[in-house]
């Protein structure tokens, strides 16, 4: 028989599911994750862009603030577990999200700062009528890197997660 739970244990017990809503550091190894991280913040000590943080649980978390993530692999490869791994560095599963609403410019105020920062140009506006632009988002361009929604002054870029689609060979 397996190990019984009592309810006061089960009650209190803190459950932590990848569930989409939380970014771990790059090279996660998803679901798994958890079950394997020590919390001993190897990844965030070696990070040289500062974009992973320990959380108040003690899990690192991918929090970008002023510089962007390069995916340069150095969290993965500080990891002392399996949790993170330098061959799912490149399969980042994060993107930027535009909420056109709190957008500035959507709302006649001249702000192009997600733009200008964008390395990769994946965020570019096109003018409408009443002195509005509106930002589009070219998802295939986007790194996930983290910057876009640090240099927004309205908190209307969110990274969302986007599961990669896993092309199947047919025969």
């Known amino acids: 028989m397996g190990q019984v739970t009592t309810r006061r244990a ?28 020590t919390k001993c913040g190897d990844c965030a000590s070696a990070c040289p862009e500062d974009v992973i943080a320990i959380a108040a649980d003690g899990f690192p978390v991918f929090q970008p603030s002023d510089n962007p993530c390069t995916f340069c692999g150095d969290c993965a490869n500080a990891c002392p577990t399996p949790a993170l791994d330098i061959d799912l560095v490149s399969n980042w599963p994060w993107r930027a999200a535009l909420k056109l609403d709190s957008c500035l410019s959507m709302n006649g105020v001249s702000c192009r700062l997600c733009q200008d920062n964008c390395e990769e140009s994946a965020i570019r506006f096109s003018l409408q009528t009443g002195g509005r ?13 983290g910057l876009c929604p640090t240099v927004c002054p309205a908190d209307a870029i969110s990274l969302d997660h986007t599961p990669q689609l896993k092309m199947e060979a047919v025969q």
Do not use: I, N, Q
């Open 10 to 37: 089960f009650l209190s017990a803190r459950f932590h599911d990848e569930d989409g809503v939380t970014a771990r550091p790059p090279g996660s190894v998803g679901p798994d994750f958890l079950k394997h991280c």
């Open 133 to 145: 632009a509106k930002p589009t988002l070219d998802v295939a361009a986007c790194t996930g890197c």
